[in-house]
């Protein structure tokens, strides 16, 4: 179920959209799956429809939905991949800066890899400094 924070800064729109990704990468909203049509999901959010259009006119752009006329907007058959790929893109890119900032001040690399693998381990919910 998508939830918006009315109080967010992130716009409406760009929240209904980074919601449905997250569907859709969980699962939740398999390939294939209908969505909520633009006036369903307006009076579910309490929000203006165009809104949700806006979303959705988004998402069709990035390839993770289609709409057939008449019928409604549905996920596509490789959206779960898709967003899996930016989101190795975009982290890889994150990772990257942050390792090599902190080699430039000093950290080695045996340090910054420790730091990694106690992340990664902390993030599946390990006590990572047993």
Known sequence: ????DIYSRTPVYQ????????????????PGA????????SIELDINPNTVQKAYIELERQGLIHSVPGKGSFVTEDAGAQI??????????RIRAAAGHL?????????????????????KGENYHD
């Open 103 to 123: 080699a430039s001040v000093g950290f080695s690399e045996e340090i910054i890899l420790e730091w990694i693998h106690d992340i990664f381990r902390n993030s």
């Open 34 to 41: 209908q969505l909520s049509s633009v006036r369903e999901l």
């Open 84 to 93: 899996r790929r930016l989101i190795a893109q975009e982290e890889s890119e």
């Open 15 to 30: 929240q209904i959209i980074d919601e449905m990704k997250k569907e859709i990468v969980l699962g939740i909203l398999p």
């Open 1 to 4: 179920m998508i939830s918006i």
